[in-house]
């Protein structure tokens, strides 16, 4: 009897495993509209006050040169596209000469995806579809491997340190976890001291550079290596310091 | 004799796992190589032209305006930082309003990061590094635990095709990637199709922009929904058609 009612019932009822997901789910939803609540009243005055600022900026423009709204924006949409190609006022490195290409095909791979170069050309884009796809995978699982190791080496390494006490074990998902966290958050922070020296960001903005790079989210906001005179920057503010 | 050797040089031999390991690093290293020679050969040409062509609308600009190269420059880079806080010179939506916010909270806990918005305030900087690390985790948990419902559905699914003739057993990860694969290129396809229609791209230009979001990279060239009249354009181009 018992049988029949779970056979006849096991896609109506959710199993556990399936319940979770949904739950999960759901609470990532709410998650979501409550980290959009807390952005947009964070994000909103400063975009209003941006706008206003832009507007005023453009009208003295135009008044101070006497140039109309429209020839002023033809050149502001001219420039835009110039940016897609990957032109900006600060005299950049070369997007596309190999180490440019280079930088780009990493952001592929890992996902970061910074957005400085993206293809311009059609075969670009449609060459992008195939090579990602490999990319990507491969690198995943790359770097399931390499967590495998580490995973794997974190486990003698425990071993070693209780002095052959127990047995050799795995170490638990919340040994490694928290061993990782903090290796992460060593690594970025020495990497946000790093870049605040050589990238001219303050720490605050180097360290929320790592998380957003590390973590593959990859806005593009901030994007390392992309001046001109990188060594130059490197050498006046870590070589021979203003003091 | 042979449990000394092999103890001993444990730490110098490498074990098969972790040379695989070094020989799919080595493989990745050469694979983006070959893809920064090959895009730096594709996209080159058209990052001189457009250089080229961004240099003359300038020259041409301030010779018909009587404008110096230093204020057009002060323009430009005043635009910059009005770009980082989201304004374009096409009309678009309002980027931190609830249903921006919503969209950009979307995009950081996917790590897509598209980079249309990033927040701009050093209070949402900083927020967007804890409520990113909590986000980020639970939605590739939840995707984790999705995938992991899908393989048990496709396992009985193929189970209930063979006709209860074998047992049920999970699928094999060559079934599960095969089926995946073929679901994702339909998807793409359809959503593909959605967008030209919606965002006036090509259908390549769709189909790049279907896997630049899936595979999460996110450039952020081709984004959805940014248009101010976004139900216009769908009801212009669906619903409405010019035949
Ligand atoms: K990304
Ligand atoms: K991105």
């Known amino acids: 009897m018992k049988t029949d009612f779970s056979c006849c019932c096991s896609s109506?009822?959710?199993?556990?495993?399936?319940?979770?997901?949904y739950l999960l789910f759901v609470l990532i939803a709410f998650y979501m509209l409550a980290g959009a609540?807390?952005?947009s009243s964070l994000e909103r005055p400063a975009e209003l006050q941006a706008h206003q600022l832009w507007e005023k900026r453009l009208r003295d423009f135009g008044h101070e040169h006497n140039i109309s709204r429209e020839d002023l924006k033809t050149l502001l949409l001219h420039y835009e596209k110039a940016r897609t190609a990957g032109i900006r006022t600060e005299p950049g490195r070369a997007l596309w000469d190999i180490p440019g290409a280079f930088?780009?095909?990493?952001?592929?791979v890992s996902t970061i995806g910074f957005g400085v170069t993206a293809p311009s050309t059609v075969t670009g884009k449609v060459l992008l579809v195939f090579y990602?796809?490999?990319?990507?995978?491969?690198t995943i699982l790359?770097?399931?491997?390499?967590?495998?190791r580490i995973?794997?080496?974190?486990g003698l390494l425990i071993f070693r340190c209780n002095g052959w006490k127990t047995g050799y074990r795995k170490p638990s998902v919340y040994q490694v976890t928290l061993i990782l966290f903090v290796a992460v958050l060593l690594v970025a922070c020495g990497a946000a001291s790093l870049y605040s020296a050589m990238e001219g960001w303050t720490f605050l903005e180097s360290l929320y550079f790592c998380f957003v790079a590390f973590s593959t989210v990859g806005f593009g906001d901030f994007v390392s290596g992309q001046r001109e005179h990188h060594e130059d920057t490197w050498e006046t503010n870590c070589l021979f310091p203003k003091s």
Chains 1, 2 share one sequence.
């Open 151 to 154: 995973i794997t080496l974190l």
């Open 12 to 21: 109506l009822i959710p199993s556990r495993d399936t319940a979770r997901c």
């Open 103 to 108: 930088y780009f095909v990493g952001t592929v």
């Open 37 to 39: 609540a807390i952005f």
């Open 132 to 138: 990602g796809l490999l990319g990507c995978s491969a």
């Open 142 to 148: 790359f770097f399931n491997l390499f967590l495998e």
